[in-house]
């Protein structure tokens, strides 16, 4: 781009505000215009283009010829113009030196082939003049091509040469010169300062999710803005709820004494509180009063800066602060810029740690479910014993949430057999554990099958200290059932009452239940002994099944179960055809509405 | 642009201030338009013309066929050194009649 012009030159409507302070000027006879690309347009500009060529001491025959040279190129860039060309303008640049006029026009066709020596088409051809009169008119004609823009420069001698103005005294060269150099200077450094920001920004685009070291990444990012800001120190703090708190996140440059590594807001009078109480950014100069916790890292009271709380959609981040030692100048208005544009990577970046942090928080949440449901899944037994005469079927269905349901089958002594039945409280893993823990304690406890009173309370002896060291407790139901004798004896620890229906069709629930195991270590639990005469059922379930609801909440309850058992067409049916039509029973119940607790039972016919 | 049957072998187009990309079908058609199946005789008075361009010459030269379909001629009358020199240096100036003032 060129250098604002000179007195001499025109600039034309559609070229940028003019910066507050262009700065040195330069004083070249230039002229630029950027018309929309259309013929239009285009023609108004090489009017112009030949006004201010007149202008510039250029005779009528020079500026016809520009003009028509100008208006050809112009148009050759409007009729070729790529699709996302015809959305930019074209750009005609007029240099007119004492010598010779150089003209460059900036198009946004695929390129054109540029003939050295264009030829004439046919007298009666419509079209096809364009690069001919260009090349006819000017003197010198180059062609670059690029891949999204191509530049034409046409250069032409002038008729008259300018008279060179008188030499310039020594002085005024020298103060020319010195004008030149001070604008180079302050276009490179700005150009510089430009280019460290953007190098800088494009790597944290690229470091943007990528969930590397935040502390690493921030470290880096704030290093790189007190380079481009000319800042001496930074602090950054990041805002934690419950309770309300700045803590200190970095300091930079590294070594920098370290300021409170908390601030509470509404308790600290301090500019970082303030600054995230108003979202706005503080200016702090030297001699402000220095408050509890002031940003200025070890420095004395003579600090000048500016803190800048940071937010990602509505939530604070926290605050960042940069800081001079006093008596330089305050951060321009580039320079505060540069700091939103750096804090809005580090607050997204900050975010998406959090993020990542809280779906990994997630992800073991339900490995650990997977894990429990495993552990549970192995606590069931792969079959059932075969132990005539009974025949046996049972069937666990697991609610969503993991849970710590069992139940065990084991033949016992002449003929007997064994019957455990357990939901320990809790969830997840240690409910898991735990079950898998009582089961193998029952297992162990072999030689007291036959006595389930005396089993439970060894039981519980055993276990409570651990149960309730973990706040957990669970409710059991043993049975032993004795062919010879056709009896059941059952004790339970806080279980559901057993159910038992006679061959005729009487059923009964048994409510001798002491307390869960892992209450009291001193509970002794008591037995109940039942007939179990041929042709009758037993029925051990967890509460899964008498909690189970109906759409309108009404719990499905032990009547109903026992009213089930001892329907009097059912009696006769084989012990798997029941169990199928339990669970259809109570998913019917349910109507649909999923399991909101283990369903677990075992059931059980004496059949001889 | 103006255009008159002067009688009916002949039309004349005036009032052309200048003929380039933005205009150059527009005009062609227009006077197109105007040419009666009679005309022999396309008179177009360049004479206020101050700027053509390569497609202002395109135009012309699509007129001089369509008149030479129906047997006629184009005459370009009085053009502006700025046109002369262009048809020339175009070496137009030997397909079209100039009627120099």
């Known amino acids: 781009m060129l250098p604002a012009a000179g007195a001499q030159a025109h600039v034309n409507a559609n070229a940028s505000e003019p910066a507050p302070d262009p700065g040195p000027t330069i004083h070249l006879n230039g002229w630029r215009a950027s018309p929309g690309c259309d013929f239009g347009p285009v023609r108004s500009a090489t009017r112009s283009a030949r006004a201010f060529m007149e202008a510039c001491g250029l005779s009528e025959t020079e500026g016809a010829a520009w003009e028509l040279a100008l208006t050809e190129a112009g148009n050759n860039a409007v009729q070729h113009a790529t699709e996302a060309g015809r959305k930019l303008p074209i750009e005609f640049e007029v240099l007119c030196d004492p010598r010779s006029v150089e003209v460059r026009i900036v198009d946004h066709t695929p390129g054109f082939d540029w003939p050295e020596d264009p030829t004439?088409?046919?007298?009666?051809?419509?079209?096809?003049?364009?690069?001919?009169?260009?090349?006819?008119?000017?003197?010198?004609?180059?062609?670059?091509?690029?891949?999204?823009?191509?530049?034409?420069?046409?250069?032409?001698?002038?008729?008259?040469?300018?008279?060179?103005?008188?030499?310039?005294?020594?002085?005024?060269l020298a103060a020319q010169l010195e004008e030149c150099d001070a604008a180079l200077t302050n276009m490179t450094s700005e150009l510089a300062s430009s280019y460290e920001s953007l190098t800088a920004l494009f790597r944290y685009s690229a470091e943007l999710g990528?969930?590397?070291?935040?502390?690493?990444?921030?470290?880096?990012?704030?290093?790189?803005?007190?380079?481009?800001?000319?800042?001496?120190?930074?602090?950054?703090?990041?805002?934690?709820?419950e309770p309300q708190r700045l803590e200190l996140f970095l300091t930079a440059p590294p070594g920098d004494a370290v300021p409170p590594e908390v601030l509470v807001p509404h308790k600290n009078v301090c500019t970082e509180c303030l600054a995230l109480a108003t979202r706005q950014d503080i200016w702090f100069k030297p001699g402000h009063p220095e408050g509890e916790g002031e940003p200025a890292p070890g420095t004395t009271a003579s600090l000048a800066g500016i803190c800048h709380p940071f937010f990602v959609g509505d939530k604070p981040v926290g605050t960042v602060s940069l800081v001079r030692d006093a008596e330089e100048q305050p951060f321009t208005a580039a320079q505060i810029s540069l700091l939103h544009t750096f804090v809005d990577f580090l607050g997204i970046q900050i975010t998406n740690a959090r993020l990542l942090e809280e779906r990994t928080q997630a992800l073991l949440v339900e490995r650990e479910l997977q894990i429990a449901s495993e552990i549970q899944r192995a606590l069931l037994p792969d079959a059932l014993p075969r132990c005539p005469p009974f025949v046996l079927a049972a069937s666990a269905e697991a609610a969503r949430q993991v849970g710590g349901d069992f139940y065990d089958a084991r033949p016992a002594g002449d003929g007997g057999l064994f019957l455990v039945i357990a939901d320990v409280m809790g969830k997840g893993v240690p409910a898991a554990f735990f079950a898998s823990m009582l089961r193998n304690a029952v297992r162990c406890l072999q030689s007291l099958y036959e006595h389930p009173g005396r089993l439970l309370t060894k039981l519980n002896t055993g276990l409570c200290d651990d149960l309730s060291r973990v706040d957990m407790f669970a409710t059991v139901q043993v049975a032993y059932l004795d062919a010879r004798r056709a009896t059941v004896i059952t004790a339970s620890a806080g279980h559901s009452p057993l159910i038992v229906c006679s061959a005729e069709g009487r059923a009964e629930l048994v409510s001798n239940a002491g307390l869960p195991l892992g209450i009291e270590p001193d509970t002794v639990y008591e037995e109940t002994r039942l007939p179990l005469s041929p042709g009758a059922w037993a029925l051990l379930y967890t509460d899964g099944l008498t909690e189970a609801r109906a759409p309108d909440g009404t719990l499905f309850g032990e009547d109903r179960l026992a009213a089930w058992l001892a329907q009097p067409d059912q009696l006769k049916q084989p012990a798997p055809a029941r169990r199928k039509d339990l669970l259809r029973t109570l998913a019917d119940y349910r109507e649909g509405t999923p399991l909101s607790d283990d369903e677990t039972f075992i059931l059980v016919c004496h059949r001889p | 642009?103006?255009?008159?049957?002067?009688?009916?072998?002949?039309?004349?187009?005036?009032?052309?201030?200048?003929?380039?990309?933005?205009?150059?079908?527009?005009?062609?058609?227009?006077?197109r338009a105007a040419i009666t199946?009679?005309?022999?005789?396309?008179?177009?008075?360049?004479?206020?013309?101050?700027?053509?361009?390569?497609?202002?010459?395109?135009?012309?030269?699509?007129?001089?066929?369509?008149?030479?379909?129906?047997?006629?001629?184009?005459?370009?009358?009085?053009?502006?050194?700025?046109?002369?020199?262009?048809?020339?240096?175009?070496?137009?100036?030997?397909?079209?009649?100039?009627?120099?003032?």
């Open chain 1, 120 to 172: 004439l088409p046919e007298p009666d051809a419509e079209s096809g003049r364009g690069l001919f009169l260009i090349r006819t008119l000017v003197d010198e004609s180059r062609y670059f091509r690029h891949d999204s823009a191509n530049l034409l420069v046409l250069r032409r001698a002038r008729e008259t040469p300018v008279e060179e103005c008188a030499p310039a005294s020594r002085e005024e």
């Open chain 1, 210 to 241: 990528t969930g590397g070291d935040l502390k690493d990444f921030a470290g880096r990012l704030v290093g790189d803005l007190l380079l481009v800001t000319g800042a001496d120190h930074a602090v950054v703090r990041l805002f934690r709820q």
């Open chain 2, 1 to 31: 642009m103006k255009t008159q049957n002067l009688d009916a072998q002949t039309v004349r187009v005036t009032e052309l201030p200048e003929v380039t990309a933005a205009n150059a079908t527009e005009v062609r058609d227009g006077v």
């Open chain 2, 37 to 101: 199946p009679t005309c022999r005789i396309l008179q177009m008075d360049l004479s206020q013309t101050a700027f053509l361009d390569s497609s202002g010459l395109g135009a012309l030269v699509g007129l001089h066929k369509t008149l030479r379909q129906q047997d006629g001629v184009l005459q370009i009358l009085h053009p502006t050194p700025a046109v002369a020199q262009l048809l020339e240096l175009t070496r137009l100036h030997r397909l079209f009649e100039i009627v120099e003032k």
